[in-house]
């Protein structure tokens, strides 16, 4: 978690100040980008803190509730024309609450796999301003008390926000992203609550841009 939070710190610090000897932050027809990001998720989670709540109650255990984790995500993209691109995203989730008196550990956590589609708003010299959009699932979604029990299935992802991308040499550059997100996972293996992955994200990343007419 505190790597996540450190990444993104860092990513905001190149964003604000913007290196005075990069390259142009262009994503032209025909070229491609590979990028890796990670970050922190801000989650929803209304019927597991439900849940966590009336643990603490019955059992005197102190979970915390869960309201942020980790994510980090790779994605390959394609520049359909000069402002619009098209890619592939997966990567992980992870979030969990600690019992200190037993050591006991809540985890949520998922996989998402989507498709992405995005479009340049703004580009100024070094960098670029993005609006990008995702739609899949969130595989392998699953809420557990590890060694006692855990319920799981897949849910329905989508994703919209903003990127901001700052190139910092050739193709080379780095990224800020800020989501909102939906991913509902209702009532998995029958259980009486949904575990909700919706709510937003923070990340910041590196970007490989390459290919594409000059």
Known sequence: MKTAIALAVLTAAWVTARPSLAAEARFPKGA??????????????????????????????SFEEIHHGGEWAGAIRYAVDDRFFVGLEAGGMRAHSNDPASGRELVARGT?????????????????????????ALVNASFEEQGAGRVQGT??????????????????????????????????????????FSGGAARGGVQWTFGGRR
């Not at 796999?113 to 100024?124: E, M, P, R, T, Y």
């Not at 700052?166 to 575990?195: E, F, K, M, N, W």
């Open 32 to 61: 491609w980008s590979v990028g890796a990001t990670g970050g922190v998720a801000f989650l929803r989670m209304g019927d597991v803190n439900d849940q966590i709540r009336t643990l603490n109650g019955s059992t005197q255990s």
């Open 155 to 196: 849910a329905a992802l989508a994703y919209a926000g903003a990127e901001v991308e700052v190139r910092v040499s050739g193709g080379l550059g780095i990224t800020a992203q800020a989501l909102l997100r939906a991913a509902l996972l209702q009532h998995p293996d029958d259980a009486p609550y949904d575990v909700d």
């Open 112 to 136: 998402p796999a989507l498709v992405q589609a995005g479009v340049q708003i703004d580009a100024s010299d070094d960098v670029a301003v993005r609006a990008i959009g995702g739609l899949g």
